[in-house]
């Protein structure tokens, strides 16, 4: 009973998660979404997750069932959302990218044809355009100054990164 | 229903456990050992912590239910904090913001790259993954290794199904 109950909240949480990553690909694509289809994602398994709850309560899964199934769809959504955040902008993979493209590039060749030509300075004004949308930063003249969430958003990471030795990062 | 619930309050207590255990090993290894930062301890201190927790309680006599359903608890837990991690740790904007905020919360574009250049940006990456074994760095010029070889193309593919250009 027990191994029958876990069996069907996994598979319930594998099915459903499998169905939203579906789902944010075909909205991706039917809408040309290119590189904001990014937002899209989370409504997608938001969606899938509420649909998986309704199917589990329907079928008379306890509750038992639907925590199983919940941490297990938790599991399988941040598992896609580090795929999709090493697509849309992994500095990493895309120098690893760029490399096997093009093997035997120069790192200073590589500053002006990062990410297939758009190059590293424009990558990173695409950066800081991000986080003046989300509100971390904003634009006064010339300058870029931190917000107040901004702030409190740095202050964390450094109090993390100093906490357990990580040096400065990026 | 009671048994049920029960379960669950013993996963949910499991996993906390599991987490504690996991936040001690990794905050000591890292305190104390900080070259030996990276992924690779950071599983080790996650992989131990499961490892106790799962032990001490089936030392303890807690029932099945509540042991499987721990499982994908922790494992979510640990990847949410994966996300934190890898990002507070490697993130540029992450680096940005902080540099920035400790400017007195104002720079202009031209100061900032004087505290976190562009260039370094992208040679410190490539020492990385090339320390990691990604790329390797000779006759003057960046080749990739076969595992890298094989990111690109995975990485290629789901860029091309989700209509992706100029990522990074």
Known sequence: ?170 | MGAEAHAVGQATLLAAAGLVVFAAAHVALWRIFPRAQGLRSLVASGALAACTALGACIAAGAPVPALIAFLPTFAACMLAYLHWYVGTWRSLSVRALEEIAAAGGSLTEAELDERYPKKGMLSTRVATLAENGWIVAREGGLFPSARARLSASAIDRVRSFYGISHAG
Not at chain 1, 35 to 61: E, S, Y
Not at chain 1, 82 to 95: D, N, P, V
Not at chain 1, 111 to 137: P, Q, W
Request: with cysteine.
């Open chain 1, 1 to 170: 009973m027990t191994f029958a109950s876990a069996i069907t909240a996994f598979a319930a949480a594998s099915a459903f998660s499998a169905l939203s990553a579906l789902a944010h690909l075909a909205w991706v694509r039917a809408f040309s979404m290119g590189n904001a289809g990014i937002r899209a994602f989370p409504g997608c398994f938001a969606t899938g997750f509420a649909l998986m709850l309704g199917a589990l309560l329907c079928a008379g899964a306890g509750p038992l069932g639907l925590f199983e199934a919940s941490t297990a769809f938790a599991f399988l959504f941040l598992a896609y959302a580090e795929t999709m955040f090493k697509a849309y902008r992994g500095f990493s993979h895309t120098i690893v990218c760029d490399v096997a493209r093009q093997p035997g590039v120069t790192e200073r060749e590589l500053y002006g044809a990062f990410a297939g030509g758009t190059g590293i300075d424009a990558m990173f004004e695409r950066r800081l355009e991000t986080m003046v949308s989300t509100g971390l930063i904003e634009r006064e003249g010339a300058a870029l100054r931190a917000t107040r969430k901004g702030r409190r958003a740095a202050a964390a990471t450094l109090a993390f990164k100093r906490f357990l030795r990580m040096g400065n990062g990026g």
